[in-house]
C-alpha cells in the first residue's frame, strides 16, 4: 500500500509561480513512477508531468512544457512540481499519482491551485 501526502498550492496571480510537493510513504519501493494529474469541475482529470523512480523518463503535458518542472529529491521522499508562468487555465485540483510496475495506480487527496487572471 501507498500513501500519498500534498502539499502546497494556494492561490497566484497570472504570471506567478508555485509549488506543489507530494510525499509517498508504505511500500514506497515499488513505485516505478509518480506525477501529477490535474481536474477542473466538468473535466476528465489530465496527466501534468511523471517522473520514473531513477528520473530517467519525464513527460510533461503539451499545455505546461516550458512552464512547469517535475523533480524529485530521494534524500526527503518528496516529488516536486514546481509551476511558473501560471494562467487562469492552471486552475485546478491537482493531484499526485504513483503507478507500480505491477499496474497499481495511487493517488493522492489532491490540492487546489487557483490562478487569477
Known amino acids: 500500500q501507498v500513501h500519498l501526502v500534498e502539499s502546497g498550492g494556494g492561490l497566484a496571480q497570472a504570471g506567478g509561480s508555485l509549488r506543489v510537493s507530494c510525499a509517498p510513504s508504505?511500500?514506497?519501493?515499488?513505485?516505478?513512477?509518480i506525477g501529477w494529474h490535474r481536474q477542473t469541475p466538468g473535466k476528465q482529470r489530465e496527466m501534468v508531468a511523471t517522473?520514473?523512480?531513477?528520473?530517467?523518463?519525464?513527460n510533461y503535458a503539451d499545455s505546461v512544457k516550458g512552464r512547469f518542472t517535475i523533480s524529485r529529491d530521494n534524500a526527503k521522499n518528496t516529488v516536486y512540481l514546481q509551476m511558473n508562468s501560471l494562467k487562469p487555465e492552471d486552475t485546478a485540483v491537482y493531484y499526485c499519482?504513483?503507478?507500480?510496475?505491477?499496474?497499481?495506480?495511487?493517488w493522492g487527496k489532491g490540492t487546489q491551485v487557483t490562478v487569477s487572471s
Open positions: 499519482k504513483a503507478g507500480t510496475a505491477r499496474g497499481l495506480n495511487y
Open positions: 508504505g511500500t514506497i519501493s515499488s513505485i516505478n513512477s
Open positions: 517522473i520514473t523512480t531513477n528520473g530517467d523518463k519525464i
